[in-house]
Nanobody, 122 residues
Framework: QVQLVESGGGLVQAGGSLRLSCAASGRTFSSYYMGWFRQAPGKERDFVAAINWNGGRKYYSDSVKGRFTISRDNAKNTVYLQMNSLKPEDTAVYYC???????????????WGQGTQVTVSS
């Protein structure tokens, strides 16, 4: 059983930075696609970023491309999301996700974290 625990959220002013971490349990972590989604109150959960098993392929939503960077350290069973140039519209609960196949269909994703709050003030 894989468990995901997010950390690093908080309150930051517009233009600032935060680094989110997602620590994962499980012996097969290195073979999983890992990613981040976010959800604001009253809105759907949206894709943010994803990364394949060796970090060679990265995917970003258009709204965060150029500002956010996803990375992973398989030796530490951890995936990161470096968020720079934050905007008020980035405010949301950020969820870590993991799946052995892909993250294309959210309802089929096997594992989710509990989420961490990110609030960006204007």
């Amino acid at each position: 059983q894989v468990q995901l625990v997010e950390s690093g959220g908080g309150l930051v002013q517009a233009g600032g930075s935060l680094r989110l971490s997602c620590a994962a349990s499980g012996r097969t972590f290195s073979s999983y696609y890992m990613g981040w989604f976010r959800q604001a109150p009253g809105k759907e959960r949206d894709f943010v970023a994803a990364i394949n098993w060796n970090g060679g392929r990265k995917y970003y939503s258009d709204s965060v491309k150029g500002r956010f960077t996803i990375s992973r350290d398989n030796a530490k069973n951890t995936v990161y999301l470096q968020m720079n140039s934050l905007k008020p519209e980035d405010t949301a609960v950020y969820y870590c996700a993991a799946d052995p196949t892909d993250l294309a269909i959210p309802r089929t994703i096997r594992y989710w974290g509990q989420g961490t709050q990110v609030t960006v003030s204007s």
